[in-house]
């Protein structure tokens, strides 16, 4: 779950950390909060995506589950066409 809203600038392993010890980078259960407070605290080895950027800060456009336009539909009114 982790991995999208985080990308690893290394081969994926176990990196020991100051904070939290070892850590497998291979894991894709690792904690969202673990990761998140290793990244404000300038851990070298992780970049944020769009995602994570959205997500976790509120940065950028809003995740849109719809179709950006929606059609209107014409009104029909005594046999004339009124957009």
């Known amino acids: 779950m982790w991995r999208k809203y985080f990308k690893f600038k290394l081969v994926p392993g176990i ?3 100051r904070q939290f010890g070892r850590m497998d980078f291979r894991n ?3 904690k969202v909060a673990d990761l998140q407070q290793l990244y404000e605290e300038d851990f070298p080895y992780l ?3 769009d995602e994570g950027k959205r997500e976790l ?3 950028g456009e809003p995740v849109v589950d719809y179709p950006p336009e929606i059609p209107v539909q014409k009104r029909i009114k005594k046999g004339a066409i009124i957009s």
């Open 57 to 59: 800060y509120g940065v």
């Open 15 to 17: 990196v020991i950390t």
């Open 28 to 30: 894709d259960n690792l």
């Open 47 to 49: 970049e944020l995506t």
